[in-house]
């Protein structure tokens, strides 16, 4: 199966500034990948797909890169804000998606 | 509005007790999903189902059974809760992949499963 890797340490920024969180994938190149947010207690939320064939999805402050070379994703978060603080995750997968294990982001006002 | 309904929130079991978690999903989809997520290391599939009465290995299977025998219903059972199953889990449901929504899952709220 796929192995997702996202940097386990917590990343501080400072409102206003940009947030960029990495995923890794290691075995077979995937047909796409997705990122999600969770909040502590909750179940995540789907924010984004991209596909082997885009370079780049946006949505609103939200984008996400795919560089099929580097076997690695990008999201970023523009304009960070206090609410955009969570846990975000990556996951990809065949049948069933398989997750890195998250990205903590802490925007301090 | 997509809905997955885990059917509790917190639980309580003692050791060897069997446990059942139950997850229910009103959008038709067709696969559903059980996770656990542990500190450090993130969210680790336990089994899917991508119809009723089919059954897949996560991988992480052993000490976990399930049963899917309605559509929308999928329940993870734990034979004989022991306390490395203390966890939380999380049920999630996705339509079949070709969906304009792709492989798009939605998760519910979770299950704190504590086991003493």
């Known amino acids: 199966s796929q192995k997702i890797e996202q940097n386990s340490e917590a990343l501080n920024i400072q409102e206003g500034k940009t947030a960029t969180l990495t995923c890794n994938y290691t075995n077979y190149s995937p047909a796409y990948l997705q990122w999600y947010r969770q909040d502590p207690g909750r179940g995540p939320v789907f924010l984004l797909l991209i596909r082997e064939n885009e370079k780049e999805k946006r949505k609103e402050r939200l984008k996400v890169t795919f560089d099929t070379t580097l076997k690695q994703s990008l999201f970023h978060i523009t304009a960070s804000q206090p609410a955009d603080s969570a846990t975000y995750l990556c996951?990809?997968?065949?049948?069933?998606?398989?997750f890195g294990s998250g990205t903590r982001l802490q925007v301090q006002p | 509005d997509v809905k997955v309904t885990q059917s509790s929130r917190y639980l309580v079991k003692r050791t060897g007790e069997k446990v059942f978690l139950e997850c229910v999903q009103d959008?038709?989809?067709?696969?559903m999903f059980w996770y656990r997520q542990d500190p450090g290391l993130g969210l680790r599939l336990i089994y899917f189902?991508?119809?009723?009465?089919?059954?897949e290995k996560g991988d992480i299977p052993e000490g976990y059974s399930v049963s899917r025998e309605k559509k929308e219903r999928f329940s993870l059972i734990l034979e004989s809760a022991s306390t490395n199953q203390t966890s939380m889990y999380l049920c999630a449901s996705s339509p079949p992949r070709g969906r304009s929504s792709g492989n798009t899952i939605y998760f519910g709220e979770g299950s704190w499963l504590t086991v003493v």
């Open positions: 959008m038709d989809h067709e696969n």
């Open positions: 189902s991508y119809d009723v009465k089919m059954k």
């Open positions: 996951g990809t997968g065949r049948r069933a998606l398989t």
